[in-house]
C-alpha cells in the first residue's frame, strides 16, 4: 500500500471497526489461527465459535430475521471449511483495503456511502488500520466472483456477483489471514 502502515492498538482498532462496521448490516470478528487449513479457523468465526485473542472489538449486526436459518443462529450457513473455501479467492491488500471501505456502502458500493468524497481519507485510514492488524505477509480472500478472474480487481464499486455465505438475500465480505489470526469483515443484504 502506499501510505505508511498504522500502528494499531485496541484503541484505534475499535475506532476503525466502529467507522467501517459501525451502520448498517455488517459482522466483523477476529480470531485465532490453530489450523494449517486456514478455512477451519474461517468456518470457527463464522459460527460464532472463536473469540478475538485480544479480546479487541468486534461487531455482529447482522439482520434480524424470524427464524434461526442456519440452525447455529450465526449470521453464515454453516457450510464445511472446503465449501467455505470453494467461494473464497484471493485478493492483493490494496483490493482487500478497497474492499473493506466498499462494504460500508449500500450493496456494497462505496458511492452508495453518504458523503463519500468528504469521508473518504478517513475511511481508507480504518480500512488501513484494519489491515495492518494482519501484517505485510497476510492474504486476503473474498467472495466476489470479480476476484476469481483478477486478484487485484478495483472492488471499491464492483460490479460483479457474490457467492454468497450467509443466510441472506446476499453478502460480500473479506476474510484476513495471518500466522496468527484470522479476520471476517462481512457485509449483508437482506429484502
Excluded at 476503525?16 to 486456514?38: I, K, M, N, S, Y
Excluded at 477451519?40 to 485480544?54: C, G, H
Excluded at 450465526?74 to 478497497?98: D, K, N, V, Y
Excluded at 478517513?122 to 480472500?141: H, K, N, Q
Aim: a negative charge.
Amino acid at each position: 500500500m502506499s501510505e505508511q502502515e498504522p500502528v494499531v492498538d485496541a484503541d484505534s482498532w475499535k475506532s476503525a471497526v466502529l467507522d467501517l462496521f459501525g451502520g448498517g448490516w455488517t459482522f466483523a470478528q477476529v480470531g485465532p489461527r490453530r489450523h494449517e487449513d486456514w478455512r477451519r479457523d474461517v468456518t470457527a468465526i463464522m459460527a460464532l465459535k472463536a473469540t478475538d485473542p485480544r479480546r479487541w472489538a468486534s461487531l455482529n449486526y447482522a439482520p434480524e430475521v424470524d427464524e434461526n436459518r442456519s440452525g447455529t443462529n450465526s449470521p453464515f450457513m454453516p457450510w464445511s471449511p472446503e465449501e467455505t473455501g470453494e467461494s473464497l479467492h484471493e485478493i492483493g491488500p490494496e483490493s482487500a483495503c478497497r474492499l473493506l471501505v466498499a462494504l460500508k456502502g449500500d450493496l456494497y458500493q462505496a458511492f452508495n456511502i453518504p458523503d463519500f468524497e468528504q469521508r473518504k481519507d478517513t475511511l481508507f485510514r480504518s480500512s488501513r488500520t484494519i489491515i495492518s492488524r494482519f501484517g505485510t505477509a497476510s492474504r486476503f480472500f473474498t467472495n466476489s466472483a470479480e476476484a476469481h478472474r483478477n486478484p487485484d480487481a478495483d472492488l471499491l464499486n464492483p460490479d460483479t456477483e457474490w457467492d454468497c455465505l450467509s443466510v441472506y438475500t446476499t453478502d460480500c465480505g473479506l476474510v484476513a489471514v495471518s500466522d496468527a489470526e484470522v479476520g471476517v469483515f462481512w457485509a449483508f443484504w437482506e429484502d
